[in-house]
């Protein structure tokens, strides 16, 4: 952090912690040690917003109240960040770096691309996300109760951000009936966002296998029952030769009997 100024009389800071990529920031300058209601705001050398008047209005605006001057930032990006802001009332000025750390900004997937895998009360979710910050605490819930999880990530870290698979393990202590099941994610321990929220279907007839989505329950089904139909088929088959055996040994007793007379 650069400081200017006599005594550090004026300051600023960001409001509404986190902020999130794509959305508007607000810094504050605290001016009431000065008593002025005006400022001027500054980006490194440039000014971009002088006693409310903004230079570049598709970027930023800004007002003055009673003890300071605020500066919003519009859909704020990663050049917004990692670069100082000045703010200056009378003859005071105050500088600072707008820094990305994981305490104060928050960078939401910018796609995903979910897999659900459910088996009884067991469930799998995989998270495929692309550019995000920080690398989030998820947890899947089922009608708004947390359930019991297990998580594990390979992401990897590009220009800043994260990109990479959160493979999410829980269980739950009740039958997944009738219900929803929600993937929420904490960023960065300040926010949190539902990632994705799936509604399950009755359960039918109290079936051990609960079948959604990708259908692992119905194939698990499907292949008991053709081992099932082998073991039927291989016992009738074993049973017809035992048939035709007994017909032919009959037959050749009987031409036997005959060539003796």
Not at 4 to 27: C, H, Q, V
Not at 130 to 138: E, K, Q, T
Not at 153 to 169: A, K, P
Request: net charge negative.
């Amino acid at each position: 952090m650069a400081l200017a100024g006599s005594f550090n009389k004026i300051y600023w800071t960001m409001e509404d912690l986190p902020a999130i990529y794509g959305r508007n920031l607000t810094l504050f300058c605290n001016t009431s040690a000065v008593g002025s209601q005006k400022a001027t705001w500054m980006k490194q050398s440039n000014v971009i917003l002088h006693h409310g008047l903004s230079f570049q209005t598709d970027k930023y605006s800004g007002k003055d109240v009673n003890d300071g001057s605020s500066l919003i930032i519009m859909n704020a990006t990663e050049s917004d960040f990692n670069t100082s802001y000045t703010c200056l009332a009378d003859i005071f000025s105050y500088e600072s770096v707008l820094e990305i750390n994981s305490s104060n900004f928050i960078c939401l997937p910018q796609s995903t691309n979910n897999s659900w895998t459910i088996i009884g009360r067991y469930i799998l979710v995989q998270l495929n996300l692309v550019r995000f910050f920080p690398v989030p605490n998820c947890q899947t819930l089922f009608n708004a109760d947390k359930l019991i999880k297990n998580q594990q990530e390979i992401v990897h870290l590009q220009n800043r951000f994260y990109y990479g698979t959160i493979n999410i393990t829980s269980q739950s202590v009740t039958d997944l009936c009738g219900g929803n099941l929600t993937v929420v994610c904490l960023f960065g321990g300040l926010y949190s966002e539902a990632i994705e929220t799936i509604t399950l279907q009755n359960c039918d007839h109290g079936s051990e296998f609960l079948e959604h989505g990708f259908g692992l329950g119905r194939i698990i089904i499907v292949c008991i029952l053709c081992i099932i139909l082998c073991y039927l088929w291989f016992i009738l088959l074993k049973y017809h030769c035992k048939f035709q055996q007994e017909k032919k040994n009959t037959a050749d007793n009987i031409d036997e009997s005959q060539g003796k007379e």
